[in-house]
């Protein structure tokens, strides 16, 4: 507090070859926390950009703009030699690469961890894989929904909603972009122990199945099993946000404490008594009977009236937010955590602000997400590429030689 | 490679006060890669060893299983004077300090970053929170599904399946403990660099908000908004694993090159000039016709079938698996996922492996999830406590003092 306060990553410079959701999850991370993220783009650049959705300058989606802030953009023409040269004299300057192609492209690229560890033993190489080297899918293509297809996430739909069915989010790929960001961070960890580098492989499939089945293998992790897979305590279908008058509340009473505070909210305190619903084991014996009993009574007041009586009483619920609610939510706002700032081509935006806090260390300075190819000429030569050299690789991409920002 | 691995946390001691699944995600993580993970129990135990379900001694739930490997038990009888003081005297000898309470009980138990770090000046204190500090549900009781419901999550649902609901995973909890490994990594690196100590605060319902609206606030992104939220890439009821003769398959083709070979595999090549579906702008906008022929052609073929002409024609697509195909699943089988353990007092079991590979670092060797104060004795003895206060200490939990593993 009042001295300066420095980013924890400051002075790691990262090479960010990845695109759309998963590897850009991993690195922003990284920038949010100062490090130098150095984002190479095809010249058409990040799919993310337009796939995302609309935006003021159609290259600039949402999507995009929450997955690509604190960065650099650098567009490279890799079908040109001079670009694989030049790439690869980042890769020899830089802590980190990040990369997500399959493993026979990454050969052909000449960018595996061993073809690099050879001009610089110190890089840490995080390879995104959809499925790992050792198995049969090794070289199949990945996209966030076949991976919940595979993985068991759209089975546990199906066990919930009676339908095989993704969830609506990209949750592998963004679940898989964090895990990535621990085994850099450890790996840079490791390093600043031993000086040594580190390859790493990151498979999708593999993660979001470990991901599922520590929660769901349930019974059937003992052989032999002591009954089937999935846990019964999220699968009934009323374990989901409850009608009250005027909308929706989240309720979580399943300890007798919570129970017991509810009975004594609905105003029946003689159902602790109850023999179906006076312990844990009796609930949940009954469960049918004591979510109908909770959908009956919660019908008779409105959610801000259940929310005081609930937090008087000590028993856990929250209002259930939209996503349109969301932002408004009184919590939400006084945590600032959505943001409004200026983008230079976008106008104003909504920034997510960073959830976590640390004592000490510094978050980056916020700077937007950059224009497709904004630093390329000033990148390369903080790498030492003279000055010809950037002309004739601006000039492959069929990009014009931006002046600005280069010294 | 012929060399002695190293573990990446080697070296790296862990004080472990949570207990269900945010933080023991977190912790099992770093015991994974060498952490020496110190998991703190009251005399009651971890209530994940009961409320995960049953197993054979009725005390190593599946779930507990799942997410306490290689982790060493301590219990503690925190309502005592002497187990405080004990506690505090493990404080100041870590690395690392993982707590799960709300903000006032922290303080209640004189536990904040604020109360440690000056009996441990290097020390790195995680508060896994449900809400941040700053904001007014900060001393609310945060579960996986209330904060699913105040996230977005349910809404998300909602808008996919037409009701509010919950993804039957405790995704919330799985995911900030995740994220809680990123924040004590990145804290150990800072300290690798500065000297310096860190307090982490992580908050739950900012956490999930920020992961929803990344790719769900949208259009709203932008103000005034160009729309409004929910990426509809992910919307479409039929964006689900699409029946066969035989089952499921996962199918993604959304580029031209993967929806012409897609038309190619089904027979009808004349669609890649049909003015509906000859363009990724043309299919979008034909969405569900597009979908329509899709699910009306995979029911003619199985799915062993339409793997092999996908594969050929470089289609994205997996076959569907369920929670009880997927150990069987040949690709997860040939990485060896899921391993055959014996674990001392639950006899045989399924452990779920590490996804990720390091080419330099060793991961942990797997030592299963301990007995309920397992280790009291031999921490505390190595900790410096000497053998009366361990007695006493001892004897006020209730339990009987074990003579094995102090030497």
Redesign the interface.
């Known amino acids: 507090m009042g001295n300066t306060k420095?980013a924890?990553?400051q002075g790691i410079k990262v090479l960010d070859l990845t695109s759309v959701v998963v590897g850009p999850?991993a690195t922003q991370?990284l920038a949010d926390?100062g490090a130098e993220v150095i984002k190479i783009e095809a010249p058409e650049g990040d799919l993310l950009r337009k796939?995302?959705?609309?935006?003021?300058s159609g290259t600039m989606s949402?999507?995009f703009?929450?997955?690509n802030r604190n960065k650099r953009s650098v567009v490279l023409n890799l079908k040109t030699d001079e670009a694989k040269r030049a790439l690869k004299r980042l890769c020899a300057q830089v802590d980190v690469v990040v990369v997500n192609m399959r493993p026979k492209a990454l050969e052909r690229a000449g960018l595996t961890?061993d073809d690099l560890k050879t001009i610089n033993p110190r890089l840490i190489h995080c390879s995104l894989l959809g499925?790992?080297r050792?198995?049969?899918?090794a070289n199949?293509?990945?996209?966030d929904?076949?991976?919940?297809?595979?993985?068991?996430?759209?089975?546990?739909?199906?066990?919930?909603?009676g339908?095989?069915?993704?969830?609506?989010?990209?949750?592998a790929d963004?679940?898989v972009g964090?895990?990535a960001?621990?085994?850099i961070?450890?790996?840079?960890?490791?390093r600043?122990?031993?000086g040594?580098?580190?390859?790493?492989?990151?498979?999708m499939?593999?993660?979001m199945?470990?991901?599922?089945?520590?929660?769901?293998?349930?019974?059937?992790?003992?052989?032999p099993p002591?009954?089937g897979?999935?846990?019964p305590?999220?699968?009934d279908p009323q374990?989901?946000?409850i009608k009250t008058k005027d909308g929706?509340i989240?309720?979580?009473a399943?300890t007798d404490r919570q129970a017991f505070g509810f009975f004594d909210a609905i105003g029946h305190p003689e159902l602790k008594e109850d023999s179906r619903f006076c312990s844990v084991a009796a609930r949940f014996r009954h469960t049918r009977e004591y979510f109908d009993l909770r959908s009956t009574a919660l019908l008779e007041k409105t959610t801000q009236e259940w929310l005081g009586i609930f937090?008087e009483l000590?028993v856990?619920?929250?209002?259930?937010?939209?996503?349109?609610s969301?932002?408004d939510?009184?919590?939400?706002r006084?945590?600032g955590?959505?943001q409004?700032i200026r983008h230079p081509t976008?106008?104003?935006?909504?920034n997510?602000?960073?959830?976590?806090?640390?004592?000490?260390?510094a978050s980056a300075e916020y700077s937007p997400p950059p224009a497709l190819g904004a630093d390329t000429q000033a990148v390369l030569k903080e790498f030492g590429i003279d000055a010809d050299e950037i002309a004739a690789l601006i000039s492959s991409t069929g990009q014009r030689q931006v002046s600005s920002g280069s010294d």
């Open positions: 420095r924890p990553l999850v991370f926390y796939l995302g959705g609309a935006s003021p949402a999507k703009l929450h997955l961890y499925f790992g050792k198995g049969r899918y199949r293509p990945a996209y929904s076949i991976i919940q297809g595979a993985s068991g996430i759209a089975s546990v739909v199906d066990k919930m909603y339908q095989p069915g993704y969830v609506p989010m990209v949750m963004h679940t964090l895990i960001v621990q085994m961070l450890m790996a840079l960890y490791q600043s122990q031993t040594e580098g580190e390859g790493i492989e990151i498979p499939l593999e993660n199945a470990a991901f599922v089945m520590a929660e769901h293998m349930y019974l059937r992790t003992f052989d002591l009954g897979n999935f846990d305590r999220v699968s374990t989901r946000p929706y989240c309720l979580s399943n937090d000590s856990p619920a929250m209002p259930y937010n939209t996503l349109e969301l932002p939510d009184p919590h939400i006084d945590v955590l959505f409004p976008e106008g104003d935006i909504w997510i602000g960073l959830p976590n806090t640390l004592r000490n260390g």
